[in-house]
């Protein structure tokens, strides 16, 4: 059993920056794709970035493309969003996920749907001031 722990959020001015981490336990990620997703007041979650379980290719929601980067440390078990120029419309919880894609496939793609995630974090809040 996988255990996904977020840290790093916090209050923010509006253009600042923020890395947020995802700590695993109970198990490495190097078989894993990993994800950030967020969820806002009254809305629901959606995927912000997500990592093929090699690394090989990522995948950024619009909105936080050229602005974001997702990465993974496997040897520290550790999945990172980095956060720059941030915006007030980027508050929100921001989740980790993990998939376990096998470590084969050397193509496979990061995994973009949250049902098809297998663990998830308890979330940390970002907030942003305009």
């Known amino acids: 059993q996988v255990k996904l722990v977020e840290s790093g959020g916090g209050l923010v001015q509006a253009g600042g920056s923020l890395r947020l981490s995802c700590a695993a336990s109970?198990?490495?990620?190097?078989?894993?794709?990993m994800g950030w997703f967020r969820q806002a007041p009254g809305t629901g979650r959606v995927i912000v970035a997500a990592?093929?379980?090699?690394?090989?290719?990522?995948h950024y929601a619009d909105s936080v493309k050229g602005r974001f980067i997702i990465s993974k440390d496997n040897a520290k078990s550790t999945a990172y969003l980095q956060m720059s120029s941030l915006k007030p419309e980027d508050t929100a919880v921001y989740y980790c996920?993990?998939?376990?894609?096998?470590?084969?496939?050397?193509?496979?793609?990061?995994?973009?749907?949250?049902?098809?995630?297998?663990?998830w974090g308890q979330g940390t809040q970002v907030t942003v001031s305009s």
């Open positions: 996920a993990a998939d376990y894609q096998g470590g084969v496939d050397r193509f496979r793609g990061p995994t973009l749907n949250g049902d098809d995630y297998d663990y």
């Open positions: 109970g198990g490495t990620l190097d078989r894993y794709g």
């Open positions: 990592i093929a379980w090699n690394g090989r290719t990522t």
